[in-house]
């Protein structure tokens, strides 16, 4: 019998693949911001509004979703602003740099580096530490190792309390790599006649990690 759906994997870097359910999900998570000037008629669709004709005047403070944010977010004639999040800020990556293994990511944000990710679209100028400590040595390389080897060590296992503090790409890894354990184990005991590369590694070998200068 046929899938009804075939899962499409997040995009990387700045851009979304609206074909994943994780990206769409992703983009409803919401970013503090204000209104750099006034917002017709947006105010009830923004959540501050009796009325779908009630405007924002300058100056509000927003939480709006990823998707419109990057849909009013225009440099040139300011519309609104984005802040940062405070587990993307300063702080936070002093632990991350510090020990990643001992943060809850999950409780952090469920989409901690796509969402990082999509906070490099808007101009600000901590952009490249975010990025150096979201998609390089601080946080994901060092989680890495730790969630691979944990994938294999944990066969046949309850291991519901190991991945609740992983955010979702590292819960996809993690499955990733008890499916190659469990394949490997398969093959040993003469139970699969060969072992084939898994979804993952296939889906993300068909395209490169966008480039991000830091």
């Known amino acids: 019998m046929a899938e009804a759906y075939f899962p499409v994997g997040p995009g990387l870097g700045p851009e979304e693949n609206f074909l994943s359910l994780d990206d769409i999900l992703m983009s409803q998570e919401k970013l503090p911001g204000r209104a750099e000037s006034a917002l017709p008629r947006l105010a009830f669709a923004l959540g501050q509004g009796a009325g779908p004709g009630d405007s924002l005047p300058e100056g509000s403070k927003l939480e709006i979703p990823l998707w419109l944010a990057k849909g009013l977010h225009d440099s040139k004639r300011r519309?609104?602003?984005?802040?940062?999040?405070?587990?993307?800020k300063e702080a936070w990556r002093t632990v991350f740099s510090a020990d990643a293994n001992v943060v809850d990511l999950h409780k952090m944000g469920p989409y901690y580096y796509g969402f990082g990710s999509q906070l490099l679209n808007f101009d600000n100028t901590e952009n490249p530490q975010i990025a150096q400590s979201i998609l390089q040595a601080s946080t994901f390389v060092s989680?890495?190792?730790?969630?691979?080897?944990?994938?294999q060590n944990a066969y046949n296992e309850d291991?519901?309390?190991l991945?609740?503090?992983?955010?979702?790409?590292?819960?996809?890894?993690?499955?990733?790599?008890?499916?190659?354990l469990n394949d490997f184990q398969c093959w040993e005991k003469g139970q699969a006649s060969q072992i084939t590369a898994s979804s993952l590694a296939q889906n993300y070998g068909k395209r490169k990690f966008t480039e991000v200068d830091v």
């Open 159 to 161: 291991t519901s309390a």
């Open 79 to 88: 519309i609104i602003s984005v802040e940062l999040p405070k587990v993307y």
């Open 163 to 180: 991945v609740a503090r992983l955010d979702e790409l590292e819960r996809a890894l993690f499955r990733a790599g008890q499916k190659g």
């Open 143 to 151: 989680r890495f190792r730790r969630i691979m080897d944990s994938s």
